[in-house]
């Protein structure tokens, strides 16, 4: 059955199949717990693919990029953290170890930047919490989608170091920024670990970057600015189901010229991972019957999902056990998700052959 399946998959796809067009909501944000792997490549050549072209049911093929870097971003619940009292409305912080970390506020319309963590640029951890928020989604995000986002950082900290022989005592920064984006475009992306189904959103961000540095530089302690900076630039991402991140980032000039380009590393091997594991599956891979069995806690229900974002099961989690019949589902990737209250504690993924 299987084998038949597949066979009209293939001739489907050389035919011309139609690629599912999704929408990417907040229940696609990643729990607690969840580390998301990044590789990037920091174009030290310009890649041949033609990232600016897009259009609908859009087969994306750009190759596999060049890893210069990996980062792992974990999604960490802000409370109990210090960043809890500075930004009383976050509900999620995305960190970066020992590099840096975003301070999010996420709901059912939106996922905002609070604040930006920055613990390499300075000797000690600086916090800057944002005077307007940057948007950086709004949910139900899909095909056509449009929105805007006007965004302040204007931040003051004690600085008491040297650059070079000039004692600094304090430094300002402040961001302006202007965002525009469009999802303009949807279909199928082949990232290195498979293809997904995805839509397509471009961003259109204009930036002034200042800075002052406080100092005596003859005339008595004062503020002295720097030429701020003009920064025009495109960010292309294709989005995903279940990754929160988008699964594959452009970011370029104004010119089209390509910056750098990130990845989610770990999207084919399993999109989710949580630091506990309340329940476990077995046996996985399957070709029949899968076992679902609680490790500790309790759910309410278990939804499993396609790679598509499409839901092929359901069910009341009543007892400690259940098993589910996957004899006659396609080969591939799903997503099994635990609920208690309505809220998805934990995911795991499951492989069916």
Same mark, same amino acid.
């Given at each position: 059955?299987?084998?038949?399946?597949?066979?009209?998959?293939?001739?489907?796809?050389?035919?011309?199949?139609?690629?599912?067009?999704?929408?990417?909501?907040?229940?696609?944000?990643?729990?607690?717990?969840?580390?998301?792997?990044?590789?990037?490549?920091?174009?030290?050549?310009?890649?041949?693919?033609?990232?600016?072209?897009?259009?609908?049911?859009?087969?994306?093929?750009?190759?596999?990029?060049?890893?210069?870097?990996?980062?792992?971003?974990?999604?960490?619940?802000?409370?109990?953290?210090?960043?809890?009292?500075?930004?009383?409305?976050?509900?999620?912080?995305?960190?970066?170890?020992?590099?840096?970390?975003?301070?999010?506020?996420?709901?059912?319309?939106?996922?905002?930047?609070?604040?930006?963590?920055?613990?390499?640029?300075?000797?000690?951890?600086?916090?800057?919490?944002?005077?307007?928020?940057?948007?950086?989604?709004?949910?139900?995000?899909?095909?056509?989608?449009?929105?805007?986002?006007?965004?302040?950082?204007?931040?003051?900290?004690?600085?008491?170091?040297?650059?070079?022989?000039?004692?600094?005592?304090?430094?300002?920064?402040?961001?302006?920024?202007?965002?525009? *984006? /469009?999802?303009?475009?949807?279909? @199928?992306?082949?990232?290195?670990?498979? %293809?997904?189904? =995805?839509?397509? !959103?471009?961003? $259109?961000?204009?930036?002034?970057?200042?800075?002052?540095?406080?100092?005596?530089?003859?005339?008595?302690?004062?503020?002295?600015?720097?030429?701020?900076?003009?920064?025009?630039?495109?960010?292309?991402?294709?989005?995903?189901?279940?990754?929160?991140?988008?699964?594959?980032?452009?970011?370029?000039?104004?010119?089209?010229?390509?910056?750098?380009?990130?990845?989610?590393?770990?999207?084919?091997?399993?999109?989710? *991972? /949580?630091?506990?594991?309340?329940? @476990?599956?077995?046996?996985?891979?399957? %070709?029949?019957? =899968?076992?679902? !069995?609680?490790? $500790?806690?309790?759910?309410?229900?278990?939804?499993?999902?396609?790679?598509?974002?499409?839901?092929?099961?359901?069910?009341?989690?009543?007892?400690?056990?259940?098993?589910?019949?996957?004899?006659?589902?396609?080969?591939?990737?799903?997503?099994?998700?635990?609920?208690?209250?309505?809220?998805?504690?934990?995911?795991?993924?499951?492989?069916?052959?």
């Amino acid at each position: 059955m299987k084998k038949f399946t597949l066979f009209i998959s293939v001739t489907l796809l050389s035919m011309g199949i139609s690629y599912a067009q999704i929408v990417i909501t907040q229940a696609d944000m990643p729990d607690y717990g969840v580390v998301v792997s990044h590789g990037e490549d920091t174009m030290q050549t310009q890649p041949a693919y033609d990232y600016f072209q897009t259009g609908t049911n859009f087969n994306w093929t750009p190759g596999v990029p060049t890893e210069h870097n990996t980062h792992d971003f974990h999604f960490i619940d802000p409370s109990g953290t210090p960043y809890e009292a500075i930004f009383p409305t976050t509900n999620m912080v995305i960190s970066i170890p020992g590099q840096s970390a975003y301070v999010l506020e996420s709901n059912a319309g939106y996922l905002l930047m609070l604040g930006i963590v920055d613990s390499v640029t300075f000797s000690s951890v600086i916090v800057m919490p944002f005077i307007v928020p940057d948007t950086i989604m709004v949910f139900p995000l899909t095909y056509l989608t449009n929105y805007t986002s006007s965004s302040l950082l204007d931040e003051t900290f004690f600085y008491d170091d040297f650059f070079g022989t000039l004692y600094v005592d304090s430094i300002r920064l402040r961001f302006d920024a202007e965002t525009s *984006s /469009t999802v303009d475009g949807w279909g @199928s992306f082949v990232h290195p670990e498979g %293809s997904f189904d =995805v839509i397509r !959103e471009l961003k $259109q961000a204009n930036r002034i970057e200042s800075f002052w540095f406080y100092a005596d530089l003859g005339l008595g302690s004062m503020w002295n600015p720097v030429e701020p900076d003009t920064i025009n630039e495109i960010e292309i991402a294709y989005h995903a189901k279940f990754i929160g991140l988008p699964l594959f980032t452009v970011r370029a000039q104004e010119d089209s010229t390509i910056l750098s380009i990130q990845w989610v590393k770990n999207a084919g091997a399993g999109l989710f *991972s /949580t630091n506990t594991p309340l329940f @476990s599956v077995f046996p996985n891979p399957s %070709s029949d019957f =899968v076992t679902i !069995e609680t490790i $500790q806690g309790n759910a309410e229900r278990i939804e499993i999902f396609n790679i598509n974002g499409s839901m092929v099961y359901s069910s009341v989690f009543a007892d400690k056990t259940e098993v589910v019949d996957v004899r006659n589902w396609p080969s591939g990737i799903y997503v099994l998700r635990w609920m208690t209250n309505n809220r998805r504690i934990a995911e795991t993924k499951l492989i069916v052959q």
